[in-house]
Nanobody
Framework: QVQLVESGGGLVQAGASLRLSCAAS????????MAWFRQAPGKEREFVAA????????YYGDSVKGRFTISRDNAKNTMYLQMSSLKPEDTAVYYC??????????????????WGQGTQVTITS
């Protein structure tokens, strides 16, 4: 079983940058895909980005494409989300998630079986 812990959230102004981290334990880190999701108050959980176990496959949700970058350091058992040009509509709780295989299987939340507790990101205008 994978355990995930997010960090790096906070309150910043629009236009700023922020980097989230997700530390993983419990399985060989490079053996599974990972993803970021977010959930704003009153809204459904939204796919943000996903990355394969080796890092060679990455894809993004339309609302963050070109502004966010997902990456991972398998030597450090950590995944990252570099967020730039932040907007108030990026305000949400951000969750990291782990898949059960090296290749990520789409954008649905149920394709990822392990989840962190979330970290709050708030963007002020």
């Amino acid at each position: 079983q994978v355990q995930l812990v997010e960090s790096g959230g906070g309150l910043v102004q629009a236009g700023a940058s922020l980097r989230l981290s997700c530390a993983a334990s419990g399985r060989t880190f490079g053996s599974y895909s990972m993803a970021w999701f977010r959930q704003a108050p009153g809204k459904e959980r939204e796919f943000v980005a996903a990355i394969s176990g080796g890092g060679g496959i990455r894809y993004y949700g339309d609302s963050v494409k070109g502004r966010f970058t997902i990456s991972r350091d398998n030597a450090k058992n950590t995944m990252y989300l570099q967020m730039s040009s932040l907007k108030p509509e990026d305000t949400a709780v951000y969750y990291c998630a782990a898949g059960d295989s090296s290749t990520p299987k789409g954008r649905a939340a149920n394709a990822f079986g392990a989840w962190g507790q979330g970290t709050q990101v708030t963007i002020t205008s």
